[in-house]
Structure formats: structure tokens, C-alpha cells
């Protein structure tokens, strides 16, 4: 009996369209997860006491970055329900949880109407959206895998960090039309901040019925036993558990650093405007979308391990010299193109890791392994880079940031330079044997 319920000779067409059902809601999830980010410069002063806007912006990072704490839980959870009861159920019921925390987070009154209850409901919705997109990632990476073909695993992979930036644009591109054709700075600053959250949840309802319909890509009839076991996974496969790690470790901090915190940067430290900043990240994140299956596609021909490497050692020797550049600069074209040159060199990573960690693993623990040590990383390492920014800021050193980014790109490259090129040793295509 196969792993796979993936037809033997499923078309190009029906695995796109299997692709396109498993991203759209990737998309949806990660649009809810990122609107708090790209809206926190509004929404930081209605939840927290009036005060030093760096102050504001360092509480809603510590909520961001807690909401990352609830992501290896949901790592473990959903991965554990989508190798024991396949990957759709676990995809459709993360995008329940999504919706609900973005319409909380929607609702929730002001610190001046309810004081405390504002930030502890804040809390409460982001720690639900991260269980969910803790879980979203394991799930999403294994399944766009599993519905590839072995030749083109790495291009058809890709797409979930085109989706995963995809969410982030169309924040970015609800922000740019809230904030210069439908609202003032005004109306985006008492109340306007809330579309997005709104719009997030009914987007989310909408995945929540694709994914109803979507086909299921793991046969979860076999090896009940072993499916979905923590102990096994430890038992097992420790060595790949901690290449995970090791592999996102610098890999999420420079992502994180060059997309997230940047819009905060250009604002905080290069003294642009919001707009200014808005308009600059949104053009990158479009380019750097359309990247991903360029470097995707690369993979499949010159195997995975070249681009991690190029990945580590671009990353580690640029990554200071390029964050110093753009702190420096005065010119919003400059940090454009600065900003351009950090994505070019972190796609060697984003574009491929997710095909990387699924091909590491059998298919009964492949979306627990996935997801429960890359949320943990994460949780340590991602989610805490704003903030660990912003400390750095208001203590005097920022500099120091760079140079914490650029050591966490050379202990990945470690890794990268003592694995296997996981395209030529997949457990994937010893399942199709």
C-alpha cells in the first residue's frame, strides 16, 4: 500500500491546481498573521498608555513576538493531526483559529475605554493566530511537497513563500489604498486600522471552504501507530530534527530583519515616512515574491545545497555592511535597492527551505518534523527579532542587531556545509520506489 493517495500519473494541470488549493489559504493565513505587523505603527498608540513612540512599538513587538511562543505548540499540534488524520483536516481547522483571532483583534476597544483588557486581549487573539500559523507552516510545506512532482519539487514548493509574502503584499496593499485613496492619517489612526482585520477574517472563511475541497495528499491508513508521534520523530530522526533547526535558524532572523522589521526601520532609524516606508517594502516584497520560483526552479537543476550555501556566506559577509548602508542613507531609492540586494541573497534560503525540511523525513512524522522544530526556532529566533531590534535601539547600540543577524547566518552555514543535498537523498522519492 503507497504513502500517497497522489495519482501515478497526475497531470501538470491537476497538480497546479492542487498547489493553487493548498496556497490560496497559506496566503489567507499569512495575509491575517502579517496585517498586525504592517498596521502596528497605527494601532501601537490604541492599545498601550500615550508615551515614547519607540516605547509603543517595543510593546506590540513583545506581543508579536509572544504570539510566536503559542507557534511550536501549533507546530506540534497540527502536525500531529495532519500525519495522523491527513493534511487537509489539519490545513482547514489552522484557518478556523486564524479567522477567529483576526475578528478579535477587529473588536477589541481601546486602552482609554477598557485600560488593561485592551493589550490582554490583544495578547490572547495573537496567541491564537500563532498556534494557527505555527501550524499552517509544517502542514502547507508538506503537502505543496507531497503534490509535486520529483522533478519539479523544488519549483512547485516554492509557492508556499510566494503565498507566505503574498500575504504580507496584500496587507501592504490594503495599507497603500487605506492610507492614499479611502482614509486620512486621521481616520487610519482612530479606526481605520480595523479594515484589515475584518477583510482577514472573511478571507479566511473563504480558505476555510476551499480547503473542505481540497485533495488529500497522504494515505493515513498505514503506520497509524507511528503517525504523528513526538517520540517516534525524537527516536527516530533526531539528526533531522536538529537540521531543521540549524537550517532556519539564520535563515527566519534575516528574513524576519529584511521584510518585517524593515517597514519599522525606514521609519524609526532612516526617518521615512510611513508612506514612504509602506510604498518602498510593498514594490520589494512583489519582486521578491516573483523570485522565489526562479530560485525554486534553479534547485531542481543544480540540486539544494548550492543555494543554502550561497545563502551563508552572502549572508554572512553582507548582512552588516548592508544594514549599516541603508541606517545611513538618506536617499529612499538607495535603501530600495539595499533592501533588493539583502532579498536576492535570504532567497537562496526561503525559496527552497520548505522542500528541503519535508524531503528529510518519512511521510508518517514529514508535517511534524517539519513544523514542530522550525516553529521552536522561530519562536526563538524570528519572532523576536523585532524586538530584539527595538532593544537594541533603545539602549543606545542598533549596530549591535547587525552584527547578532549576521552571526546567526554563519552558525546556519555550519549546518548547510555538512548536509546532504537533500534533492539527491529525499525521503520522497524512496516512498515512490
Known amino acids: 500500500m503507497t504513502s500517497s493517495t497522489i495519482p501515478k500519473n497526475a497531470s501538470t494541470a491537476w497538480r497546479i491546481k492542487a498547489i493553487f488549493t493548498g496556497s490560496i489559504g497559506n496566503l489567507v493565513e499569512w495575509y491575517d498573521w502579517y496585517a498586525y505587523s504592517a498596521f502596528a505603527l497605527y494601532f501601537a498608540p490604541v492599545f498601550f498608555p500615550k508615551g515614547n513612540p519607540t516605547a509603543q512599538l517595543l510593546n506590540t513587538a513583545a506581543i508579536f513576538a509572544v504570539g510566536f511562543l503559542m507557534r511550536p505548540i501549533g507546530g506540534w499540534l497540527f502536525g500531529s493531526i495532519a500525519d495522523k488524520r491527513g493534511r487537509r483536516n489539519a490545513m482547514t ?14 473588536c477589541t476597544p481601546s486602552y482609554e475605554n477598557i485600560g488593561i483588557a485592551a493589550p490582554v486581549l490583544l495578547l490572547l487573539a495573537r496567541l491564537l493566530q500563532g498556534l494557527s500559523v505555527g501550524g499552517e507552516y509544517g502542514t502547507s510545506a508538506t503537502y505543496l511537497s507531497e503534490v509535486a512532482d520529483s522533478n519539479r519539487r523544488g519549483f512547485f514548493s516554492s509557492f508556499q513563500y510566494v503565498t507566505l509574502i503574498g500575504g504580507q503584499l496584500l496587507a501592504l496593499g490594503i495599507q497603500l489604498l487605506l492610507q492614499k485613496v479611502f482614509l486620512d492619517k486621521e481616520q487610519l489612526a482612530g479606526w481605520g486600522w480595523r479594515i484589515p482585520f475584518v477583510i482577514g477574517a472573511v478571507l479566511a472563511l473563504v480558505a476555510l471552504y476551499l480547503r473542505r475541497n481540497m ?8 503506520k497509524k501507530k507511528d503517525r504523528g508521534s513526538v517520540t517516534v520523530l525524537f527516536r527516530k530522526h533526531p539528526k533531522a530534527v536538529l537540521t531543521v533547526m540549524g537550517l532556519t535558524l539564520g535563515g527566519t532572523l534575516a528574513f524576519y530583519t529584511y521584510t518585517i522589521y524593515m517597514q519599522k526601520f525606514l ?22 515574491a516573483l523570485m522565489q520560483p526562479l530560485f525554486g526552479m534553479l534547485s531542481d537543476r543544480i ?29 529612499p531609492w538607495m535603501a ?13 534560503y526561503t525559496s527552497i527551505n520548505a522542500v528541503v525540511k519535508a524531503e528529510l523525513f518519512p511521510s508518517e512524522v514529514r508535517a511534524l518534523g517539519v513544523g514542530f522544530p ?22 543606545g547600540h542598533e549596530p549591535w542587531f547587525y552584527w547578532y543577524v549576521a552571526f546567526c547566518i554563519f552558525i546556519s552555514l555550519i549546518v548547510y556545509t555538512t548536509s546532504k543535498d537533500s534533492r539527491k537523498d529525499s525521503y520522497m522519492d524512496k516512498e515512490q520506489l
Not at 313 to 330: E, M, N
Not at 336 to 348: R, Y
Open 374 to 395: 522550525y516553529a521552536l526556532t522561530v519562536a526563538l529566533f524570528g519572532g523576536t527579532a523585532e524586538y530584539v531590534a527595538l532593544w537594541f535601539k533603545d539602549a
Open 215 to 222: 485533495h488529500e495528499s497522504v494515505n493515513v491508513e498505514i
Open 336 to 348: 530600495f535597492f539595499l533592501i533588493l540586494a539583502a532579498l536576492v541573497i535570504v532567497s537562496g
Open 93 to 106: 481547522l489552522s484557518v478556523l483559529f486564524m479567522s477567529f483571532g483576526s475578528f478579535m483583534i477587529a
Open 303 to 331: 540540486g539544494r545545497k548550492p543555494l543554502l550555501m550561497g545563502f551563508g556566506i552572502l549572508g554572512t559577509i553582507f548582512t552588516v555592511p548592508i544594514l549599516s548602508a541603508i541606517s545611513r542613507t538618506t536617499s
Open 267 to 288: 521609519v524609526n532609524t532612516v526617518n521615512l515616512s510611513k508612506e514612504q516606508s509602506t510604498m518602498i517594502v510593498f514594490w520589494l516584497m512583489l519582486i521578491y
